[in-house]
């Protein structure tokens, strides 16, 4: 059927077609939408015909078949890194590059990609092909090859290129990424013996430099002793400085360390080394907490007019972060404003003006837990979506002065989406074949932290040896003790009804849900009264969205004991790489799991919940996805593989869902556990062993 330009058939570009299988290997087809215009033909000059846009012009479509690789085994993957139609499936390289980390080393996949040296060739081997799969990742993923101190892996790809392409671009590049990592070892181990000497003088709270010479550390320790204090300098250079070395640490964030089975791991024994940039970054969050709640509760024997002021300081340095678009320090002072300590001082509110009051409830509302952080997502959208039309619109040489810089994002967003859909999506499918389906989702969200990065590039801010040297001077309080001054500053008697008042809504996590339901079609389940999940304070939080005061919240619990949390009971775990602390709460988050509905299925139908586990390890709580066909055995064993316990045996443990009010109901051995749980508690459950079980129970009857 035909219809002209003016009455277009509004059809998708793309429309899911089903799956093919070809050698061992799963394809998702689809069906590509194409216009091509046809032009009537009109008489030329001297009679001839030519073809010119005309009234009956018509437009005509053209559907071309799509493939990518959906699944398939590890040698398949790497031929296909070679053999490849790039322009079908142009994402599959980049995909692969970014995310192989989370299911084979890098010296495997070196050793299917590499031919050995001639002669002669193994047949069908393309050398071009090799060699840019080699370029594209010695250029966007150069620490893959960082192993030293030899640094093998990275001898390899410089032996092939030197007999493959001598002379190309990518031999250069690899040589000189070799020398760059000798370098870079030299110079540590130089620096390390310097630091020596200075062994423990700069304590626990130091905050990097940025760009400091090297002998600006003598001049910070001088300034810390001499210099003013933190909010004696003025918002715009607090702000500045925040946003300066937020900006540093993300850029350099390597986003394979994002990843959810990489993330997920950081507590596991002898992981301390793992995802290292991402723990800068989540150190530098807990310490902007940290100044906010020492500078606020620091002094005991202030009075609540001038606590109040430095209330409205930090709301207005909160104000410039989110001017510079830093919304890293924006939500690390917020969470610091709502955590129990300070939110409680409701007389030190009850003195804040109305403007920095109503200022407090915007920014708040910008990460707000309502409809799956909406607010937050959105202005990150808008803020691409600004830039690329300015990019469009914008001449050569002037695009830094026309763009505004950033902006610098909370990058705990997107830990929790990785780390969600590796939970809810296997890592291989029937078959022993790897789900390279899950990679390609995983790298969606990892190509936007990499765009990011590259926009950090465009700020231009200087560092001040004074405002850093103060930020690292700032007293650091514990949890304990910011709850034990809060309380000196403000008795558990004390009411004002002025206190900024923050209503919970705890609401369903809909990111992957949704992220799955636009590609199938599907809505994601749930319903509002669900509670929302959490890998750590830095992936997700509860909701805060404040509103306007009014009576007194809770009340303060008996002397000595931390408050506890607004809404559903559950247990609390304390993480210190955690710097989300909405408020009012205590500086630990309460555990919980959302319904995340799989392709196809209802929400009703399947779970993340969260299994801890009682041994000396120190391993935190891990996440699995529970379904309705899902039995106490097979729900035990998993739990036991994530928590990495070696020769797990799922008979020799014991099932328990945490409930509120300290009490625990146990899940019989052969119970399907989705039934069998308490659908009104926090999805949160503990394993025991069951010697451990028997002996709790004697002493309990004696």
């Known amino acids: 059927?035909?219809?002209?330009?003016?009455?277009?058939?509004?059809?998708?570009?793309?429309?899911?077609?089903?799956?093919?299988?070809?050698?061992?290997?799963?394809?998702s087809v689809s069906l590509r939408r194409q216009r091509s215009q046809r032009l009537s033909l009109g008489a030329g000059p001297g009679g001839t015909q030519t073809s010119s846009p005309a009234a009956d012009t018509f437009l005509h479509y053209r559907t071309s078949k799509v493939r990518a690789l959906r699944a398939a085994r590890l040698e398949r993957l790497v031929r296909e890194l070679v053999s490849g139609d790039r322009e079908q499936d142009p994402g599959f390289v980049p995909a692969f590059l970014a995310t192989h980390r989370?299911?084979?080393?890098?010296?495997?996949?070196?050793?299917?990609?590499?031919?050995?040296?001639?002669?002669?060739?193994?047949?069908?081997?393309?050398?071009?092909?090799?060699?840019?799969?080699?370029?594209?990742?010695?250029?966007?993923?150069?620490?893959?090859?960082?192993?030293?101190?030899?640094?093998?892996?990275?001898?390899?790809?410089c032996t092939f290129l030197s007999w493959a392409a001598p002379s190309g671009a990518?031999?250069?590049?690899?040589?000189?990424?070799?020398?760059?990592?000798?370098?870079?070892?030299?110079?540590?181990?130089?620096?390390?013996?310097?630091?020596?000497?200075?062994?423990?003088?700069?304590?626990?709270?130091?905050?990097?430099?940025?760009?400091?010479?090297?002998?600006?550390?003598?001049?910070?320790?001088?300034?810390?002793?001499?210099?003013?204090?933190?909010?004696?300098f003025s918002v715009d250079e607090v702000a500045e400085q925040l946003t300066l070395m937020d900006v540093e640490l993300f850029s350099r964030v390597r986003p394979c360390e994002c990843l959810g089975s990489v993330?997920?791991?950081?507590?596991?024994?002898?992981?301390?080394?793992?995802?290292?940039?991402?723990?800068?970054?989540?150190?530098?969050?807990?310490?902007?907490?940290?100044?906010?709640?020492?500078?606020?509760?620091?002094?005991?024997?202030?009075?609540?007019?001038?606590?109040?002021?430095?209330?409205?300081?930090?709301?207005?340095?909160?104000?410039?972060?989110?001017?510079?678009?830093n919304f890293s320090s924006l939500r690390a002072i917020l969470s610091a404003l709502q955590s129990n300590p300070i939110y409680r001082l409701k007389r030190s509110w009850g003195a804040v003006s109305r403007e920095p009051l109503s200022?407090?409830?915007?920014?708040?509302?910008?990460?707000?837990?309502?409809?799956?952080?909406?607010?937050?997502?959105?202005?990150?959208?808008?803020?691409?979506?600004?830039?690329?039309?300015?990019?469009?619109?914008?001449?050569?040489?002037?695009?830094?002065?026309?763009?505004?810089?950033?902006?610098?994002?909370?990058?705990?967003?997107?830990?929790?989406?990785?780390?969600?859909?590796?939970?809810?999506?296997?890592?291989?499918?029937?078959?022993?074949?790897?789900?390279?389906?899950?990679?390609?989702?995983?790298?969606?969200?990892?190509?936007?932290?990499?765009?990011?990065?590259?926009?950090?590039?465009?700020?231009?801010?200087?560092?001040?040896?004074?405002?850093?040297?103060?930020?690292?001077?700032?007293?650091?309080?514990?949890?304990?003790?910011s709850y034990r001054i809060s309380r000196v500053i403000e008795p558990p008697a004390a009411s004002c009804p002025s206190s900024p008042r923050v209503r919970r809504r705890i609401s369903l996590t809909k990111r992957l849900s949704a992220k799955l339901s636009r590609e199938r079609g599907s809505s994601?389940?749930?319903?509002?009264?669900?509670?929302s999940f959490s890998t750590s304070r830095l992936c997700i939080s509860p909701s805060v969205s404040p509103r306007p005061p009014s009576s007194p919240i809770t009340r303060d619990p008996p002397a000595g004991s931390p408050p506890a949390s607004p809404g559903p009971q559950g247990p609390s775990i304390k993480l210190?790489?955690?710097?989300?602390?909405?408020?009012?709460?205590p500086l630990a988050l309460p555990l919980s799991g959302p319904r995340i509905p799989l392709p196809g299925q209802q929400g009703s139908e399947a779970r993340v919940i969260r299994i801890s586990i009682n041994n000396d390890h120190g391993n935190l709580y891990r996440s699995i996805l529970l379904t309705s066909q899902d039995k106490a055995p097979s729900v035990v064993q998993r739990a036991l593989e994530k928590h990495n316990v070696a020769q797990p045996w799922a008979r020799d443990y014991q099932l328990?869902?945490?409930?509120?009010?300290?009490?625990?109901?146990?899940?019989?051995?052969?119970?399907?556990?989705?039934?069998?749980?308490?659908?009104?508690?926090?999805?949160?459950?503990?394993?025991?062993?069951?010697?451990?079980?028997?002996?709790?129970?004697?002493?309990?009857?004696?």
């Not at 003016?6 to 089903?18: F, N, T």
């Open 359 to 481: 200022t407090f409830r915007k920014l708040s509302q910008i990460f707000s837990d309502e409809n799956n952080h909406l607010s937050s997502r959105e202005i990150l959208s808008q803020d691409e979506a600004t830039k690329a039309s300015q990019e469009e619109d914008t001449p050569p040489g002037s695009l830094l002065s026309k763009l505004p810089p950033g902006p610098v994002p909370y990058l705990g967003t997107f830990l929790t989406d990785l780390v969600m859909l590796d939970t809810a999506l296997p890592d291989i499918l029937e078959g022993d074949l790897i789900n390279f389906e899950k990679r390609r989702k995983e790298w969606e969200i990892l190509a936007r932290i990499q765009q990011l990065q590259r926009r950090c590039q465009s700020y231009c801010l200087s560092p001040r040896l004074p405002v850093l040297a103060a930020l690292r001077a700032q007293c650091q309080l514990s949890e304990e003790q």
């Open 576 to 585: 210190p790489l955690s710097p989300d602390l909405p408020g009012p709460r």
């Open 170 to 232: 990518e031999a250069q590049e690899a040589e000189k990424l070799l020398g760059d990592f000798l370098e870079e070892a030299e110079q540590e181990q130089e620096e390390e013996e310097q630091s020596q000497p200075w062994g423990g003088s700069l304590g626990a709270a130091q905050i990097p430099c940025p760009d400091s010479p090297a002998g600006c550390l003598e001049e910070e320790e001088r300034l810390v002793r001499e210099g003013p204090e933190l909010l004696d």
């Open 656 to 702: 328990f869902q945490v409930l509120p009010g300290d009490r625990e109901l146990l899940i019989p051995d052969n119970a399907n556990v989705f039934y069998a749980m308490s659908p009104a508690a926090p999805g949160d459950f503990v394993l025991r062993r069951k010697e451990m079980v028997r002996h709790t129970t004697s002493i309990s009857s004696a």
């Open 1 to 27: 059927m035909e219809r002209t330009a003016g009455k277009e058939l509004a059809l998708a570009p793309l429309q899911d077609w089903g799956e093919e299988t070809e050698d061992g290997a799963v394809y």
């Open 263 to 325: 993330w997920s791991q950081r507590d596991r024994p002898g992981a301390t080394g793992t995802a290292p940039t991402v723990r800068a970054t989540v150190t530098q969050f807990n310490r902007v907490i940290g100044c906010v709640l020492g500078s606020v509760l620091g002094e005991p024997g202030l009075a609540a007019p001038q606590r109040a002021q430095r209330l409205e300081k930090w709301i207005r340095i909160a104000q410039r972060c989110r001017e510079l678009r």
């Open 102 to 157: 989370a299911f084979v080393p890098t010296a495997r996949v070196l050793g299917l990609l590499l031919p050995p040296p001639p002669p002669p060739l193994p047949s069908g081997v393309e050398l071009k092909a090799v060699v840019s799969v080699l370029g594209s990742w010695l250029r966007d993923h150069p620490q893959d090859f960082q192993d030293p101190p030899a640094h093998s892996d990275l001898g390899s790809v």
């Open 524 to 531: 994601p389940g749930g319903s509002p009264g669900d509670p």
